[in-house]
């Protein structure tokens, strides 16, 4: 088995995310409907910006990263695309910062068989497909797969020398 990439798992969109938390804050800068709170924030607009950024870190801070619930990691194995995932370890995904991993089990969906004498556009091709079933496909159905790096980089790997580890053994 061969490892060549791990794809982070998210508990929902950046989109969505970032929604809510302008959502939040805006709803918690309104709950300070006191004329006076809000004439503060009009003549002080620096304590305005403080409250804003301690809201925003309350509510989670960036999206990056700190909303990941599992990774999926890819690997070859003979002529086979298959992944590992490994899940947060709770009861109920939900805003947190505190997580801890574990594997949840190998088969994140079907394998996919990748043929002989294939392209590395092929190839790629495959792995961007095993991502997309994983996507649409039992426990993971309702996380956003982040493909944004592999996407990145996938065009420009030799596909066919990461394939080639994969059928050699330690």
């Known amino acids: 088995m061969k490892i060549f990439f791990d794809v982070h798992v998210y508990r929902l969109t950046k989109e969505k995310y970032e929604s809510d938390q ?8 309104s709950a300070d409907g006191d004329c006076n709170v809000q004439e503060m924030y009009r003549c ?24 990941i619930v ?8 003979s002529e086979q695309i298959r992944g590992e995932y490994f899940h947060v370890e709770a009861k109920k995904v939900v805003r947190t910062r505190r997580k801890i991993f574990g594997p949840l089990g190998i088969e ?3 394998p996919r068989r990748i043929p002989k ?3 590395n556009q092929e ?9 997309s ?11 956003y797969i982040d493909t944004s790096v592999l996407e990145y980089i996938g065009p420009h790997l030799d596909w066919n020398a990461l394939l080639e580890e994969g059928f050699k053994t330690k």
């Not at 302008?22 to 800068?29: K, N």
């Not at 079933?133 to 996380?143: D, I, P, R, S, V």
């Open 22 to 29: 302008r959502a939040f804050i805006q709803r918690e800068m």
């Open 108 to 110: 994140i969906t079907a």
């Open 123 to 131: 190839i790629f091709g495959h792995v961007r497909n095993y991502l």
């Open 70 to 77: 599992g990774f999926i990691r890819l690997f070859f194995l």
């Open 133 to 143: 079933c994983a996507q649409n496909e039992g426990e993971l159905k309702k996380y």
């Open 44 to 67: 002080h607009p620096d304590v305005k910006r403080q409250t804003e950024n301690h809201l925003w870190k309350s509510y989670g801070g960036s999206w990056l990263f700190n909303e």
């Open 117 to 119: 004498k294939s392209s």
